[in-house]
Every structure is written in structure tokens, then in C-alpha cells.
């Protein structure tokens, strides 16, 4: 979530009376969902094949060597 949309959040948390520790509470959930929602789309996409889990996996290896930018997306 980018500064913007956690700020507009707050915001609207606020308005609908929440208080600082409701929403500590809420922000704590919203970014748990967050992190599983991301993961969930990185296995779809291995799943889809729209990302190249073999170019992933070098990718990974390489950076670990201060090698990096292989293209892990398949068009």
C-alpha cells in the first residue's frame, strides 16, 4: 500500500470514528491481507505460466552473485 492510499485510509477510518488503536488494529489486518493477497497472485502467475519459475529461481541465485535483471515475466 503506497503512503497515499495508507494516509487516505486513515483518514477514512477516522471519519467513520474509529480510535488510534481500532485503527492500529485495522491497518495490522489490511497489510496481513495484503501480504497474502500478493502471494497468492505470485502462484497464480507461476501457475498461469505469465511468470517463468525457472528464470525466477536464476534470478534469485544470481542476485546472491550482485548479478541481476533476468526477465522473469513470459509475453
Known amino acids: ?10 483518514t477514512w477510518l477516522k471519519e467513520q470514528g474509529h480510535t488510534p488503536d481500532e485503527i492500529k488494529k485495522i491497518l495490522a489486518k489490511v497489510a496481513e491481507y495484503d501480504a497474502r493477497t500478493l502471494r497468492e ?7 498461469s505460466g505469465t511468470i517463468d519459475l525457472a528464470a525466477l529461481v536464476k534470478e534469485a541465485l544470481e542476485a546472491e552473485e550482485g548479478n541481476e535483471g533476468v526477465d522473469t515475466t513470459r509475453e
Request: charged share 20%; proline share 0%; net charge negative.
Open 41 to 47: 497472485s505470485v502462484f497464480d502467475s507461476i501457475n
Open 1 to 10: 500500500m503506497s503512503d497515499t492510499q495508507h494516509d487516505q485510509l486513515v
